[in-house]
């Protein structure tokens, strides 16, 4: 094991003999691997691919790129791979956790170790920034043993830059002719794979022969497309969340007198609390593209929970439980606009005590301030980032509407509209979800995207990323290939320059997912149709059961 | 099945056919019993007993029952039970929900069901409130059924309420009277229980043949004695906390850049922060009857979170996990000072812009007030009770300790000691610990527990609580029987009279769980011995596990 200049003790390796019963059980799984990684296959080409959008810029973006087929691996055939291929191969996760991570690395490890011989491969450590600064560890059986089928990022740990400067990818461009690398797996989402991408292409028009393949990894679920079905994580991540707004909702029911604000990690799309909604079936769910579509304002989505609370305080029940996305506030119009007047207003004037600065707001932005409970309206006057911005990702989205929804109806109560006292309990699920062991689904999913990762670059492809589909069906029915990264792009205009981008897939108001949602929420809005979904069993029947969205999606394709 | 002007809307039943995988694999497991429950039994009494402190009061208290032995259960022997006894009894909930109480009431269903002929469960809705009012609902094995091995309390819901003035014992007289009841069991923790047995001691004193049998139910881990091991509910509640602390564990290693601040539900005892620690390993822990028995101050706290945060970063590691108990504030005299201060100031002040109104300050107290977080001051000035008092519970002491940790470290950064960023994350894990679905120990320990309950009402027992023990064992070989309560009783004066109470158990500092984490903690402040339980598992090698507490509990008493 070589590295270096990394600071190890900072990166204490894993002690196995210190695991929990359950991590420890995890450790010696024998993954199924879809049949076509199980004996000889060769890699079969599909027609020329286009772009998600402006092909004609995507083109001039990735000249040697654009237009490669995806690949997919057929079992059998003529163009076998040698095993007497001797590759080095290095592998970097990038950006937030997702459970998993570990084994898509133990899968691009394993594939090397039985379909090659004498690889290596080289885990770059803290991200992107590890290949810039030619940080790194070569991974031996022992080294990667500890991290099979376990949380976190731990392994190799992550890191959030971007190759993105010509000095970036010339210091990249360094690291892959020191290393002498064959390939290089790019573990991110959206934007880490567009970055993949990008050196994909640099790499192919310097004629270096370092390929690049990238994998899909986000709990946000927001990169996904025809080809790859699901970012690893989502399905675990979900799970953790749900159990725990399960056992909300049982609490709520026997306790009978709260109503449970949950804000759900995601960042801007609502996949999360989509798939929790329909885990979990709770009375109120907010869906962020939704109250976009329908261009709501902030008093409407109020006005909604009121309205549903007050219903069912008239059926007798005074409890209930409401997901709201983390992204929500992203989605009200009115919201960014007032926050635009705000940094516009604060950089230049002073707040005073009497309220005179308020003027200054426009008459629509000034109303929604009003509207704002005082503990939101300080937040969005004292805290401020560097560059002195209001900081939106601080709002605590499910006290403010708490709060919102409390004065609501403190008023509707005056008017005799209302009769109950209203109590209420704010939750964040966020970090809690990032980290856990994955679910068998994870598990399985990760390493056949590790090995697929393996077997496209054993077969010389660059800028593709690893495909498994026919998710549905059992693990040995998974079709694994590679989609060409262009095809899942487009550009964006941004300071006068096309930039291309992988766009984030954003809940489908008309997809299956949805519309399922759609359908039964007024039942659960006012019956209590609660699910707890209980702890990831890792045995038993319920072990093998894949997320509802997967699911849905998969039928809708159908 | 009838019920008494019970509002059911309010408490629909159960749908077992929107119950989840794991909810649905559940319903059916045939739970191991003790092997005394298995086959014919008779109902041993021990020596006559006394109380845990001041017998003498405690025998003014409870004319009739004190003194009385506690019961075990012997397998065989001359006086078994007859089979032909009918018996009706009442079964009720009561306090926070904990994960097991479904599993006591099916257990005293069960017992009737197998050992008696033609005997009937009321179940009382709500509560004590529910025997008062006399709202209960008759339980069959259909009414049972989905709620087996499922956590919290809906079945009949609990309550608050207390049965305290005399025209409240006459209510539950009555409602005794008219369902002819032989028998009560009162699930609840220390005061549920005392309140059990004065129910007992007044039917006793008047002749009423309702006897009365307690359960020991809390997540809190404070009920427990030498007879009475652990409190059901605690196992899971530690076990799902765990998990989420094992998760951000790993996420911190992960990402390598937070301190995450970790508030746990417990009320005034430190038991599950305490086993949460010997599951899970984090770097700082925090034990309320420490900071006690040593008389710190906040400042004290502060500084020891912060030295050890110094000392990682020396060592290259910015990151970490902090547990604090809920009840931290509780413990520490200078804050209850400040607050009886303020309680007193706010009475009859108003509290000026300018601080003049500090003065009055003790300047003990004066000093704490100036070294708490601004937010923290507003919160203790502005929310009141509707006594005006301040609401200690409301203080979110891990945003408290997490703010003075970072006004801290700022310090020592422009003194040249620290030499990082400080980030820091703050959790509350409470709601979704006390619903979740009972582990294996809970839901046999909650069998067992009901089981017995039905012996000892079955036998002619009252003034007992139903105690389960030799815990560490294989089920077959756990132990049966019944505690006289009044052996558990104190007294305390309160308004110049003596009132009994079964003393909280607190964290004891000579105890084992407490002597092991502290001979580790100094290890797990400055290296990363983390470990992550993973979640709860209903099958396979860990599914079995007991809680560390209970374990070293038992050790030290063998």
Redesign the interface.
């Known amino acids: 094991m070589s590295s270096s200049s990394v600071?190890l003790?900072?990166?204490?390796g894993r002690?196995t003999s210190?695991?929990?019963?359950?991590?420890a059980?995890?450790l010696d799984v024998s993954l199924p691997l879809p049949s076509v990684l199980k004996s000889s296959f060769s890699v079969v080409d599909g027609p020329k691919s286009s772009a998600a959008g402006n092909p004609e810029e995507i083109a001039k973006l990735f000249p040697n790129l654009f237009g490669q087929p995806s690949a997919v691996l057929n079992p059998g055939g003529s163009s076998v791979l040698s095993k007497d291929t001797s590759l080095k191969i290095g592998v970097v996760l990038s950006g937030g956790?997702a459970p998993g991570g570990h084994n898509v690395i133990s899968g691009i490890f394993d594939y090397l170790q039985h379909r090659t011989s004498g690889s290596t491969v080289y885990g770059f450590k803290?991200g992107p920034a590890g290949i810039m600064k030619g940080k790194y560890v070569e991974l031996s059986a022992e080294f990667v043993y500890p991290y099979r089928n376990?949380?976190?990022?731990?392994m190799i740990?992550?890191g959030r830059d971007k190759i993105e400067t010509p000095e970036q990818f010339k210091q990249a461009e360094e690291t892959a002719k020191t290393l002498d690398l064959d390939g290089l797996v790019v573990i991110g989402g959206d934007d880490s794979n567009t970055n993949a991408c990008l050196l994909a292409e640099y790499f192919r028009g310097k004629n270096i022969k370092t390929q690049v393949i990238g994998c899909p990894k986000t709990i946000d679920g927001d990169l996904k497309s025809k080809e790859v079905p699901v970012s690893f994580g989502f399905d675990t991540a979900c799970k953790?969340y749900s159990?725990?707004i399960?056992?909300?909702m049982?609490?709520a029911?026997?306790?009978?007198k709260y109503y449970?604000f949950v804000r759900l990690m995601g960042r801007a799309a609502s996949h999360i609390t989509l798939e929790c909604a329909l885990?979990t079936?709770p009375n109120i769910t907010i869906i962020g593209e939704e109250v976009a579509a329908k261009k709501q304002t902030l008093k409407s989505v109020t006005d909604y929970i009121t309205d549903i609370i007050c219903k069912r305080s008239e059926?007798?029940?005074n409890y209930g439980v409401i997901l709201i996305p983390e992204g929500l506030i992203d989605f009200i119009p009115e919201v960014q606009q007032l926050i635009a007047e705000l940094n516009e207003i604060l950089a230049h004037d002073v707040v005073d005590e009497a309220g005179v600065w308020k003027k200054k707001l426009q008459s629509q932005s000034h109303e929604l301030f009003e509207f704002l409970p005082p503990t939101i309206q300080e937040q969005l006057l004292l805290e401020r980032d560097p560059h002195g911005n209001v900081q939106v990702a601080k709002i605590e989205t499910e006290k403010m509407l708490l709060q919102m929804v409390e004065t609501e109806l403190d008023k509707q109560k005056q008017e005799g509209k209302y009769k109950r006292d209203f109590l209420g309990?704010t939750?964040f699920f966020g970090?809690?979800?990032?980290?856990?062991?994955p679910t068998n689904f994870d598990a399985n999913y990760c390493y056949a995207l590790g090995f697929g990762a393996g077997a496209l670059l054993h077969s010389g492809k660059t800028g593709l990323i690893s495909s498994v589909a026919n998710l549905a069906a059992p693990v040995e029915q998974w079709t694994v290939g590679g989609t060409a990264l262009t095809a899942l792009m487009d550009v964006e205009r941004r300071h006068g320059k096309f930039k291309p981008v992988i766009k984030k897939a954003m809940v489908e108001l008309e997809g299956a997912p949805f519309k399922k949602f759609a359908s039964f929420r007024d039942e659960w809005a006012l019956?209590?149709?609660y699910?707890?979904?209980?702890?990831?069993?890792?045995?038993?029947?319920?072990a093998n059961?894949i997320n509802n969205t997967l699911l849905l999606e998969l039928g809708a394709q159908a």
């Open positions: 600071n003790k900072a990166m204490p002690l210190s695991y929990s019963e359950v991590q059980s995890r956790q803290g376990q949380g976190g990022f731990d740990a992550s953790l159990e725990m399960g056992n909300v049982t609490d029911r026997s306790t009978g449970h885990q079936h059926l007798g029940f309990k939750h970090y809690e979800g990032r980290c856990g062991l019956k209590n149709r699910v707890n979904p209980g702890p990831i069993q890792f045995l038993g029947p319920a059961a």
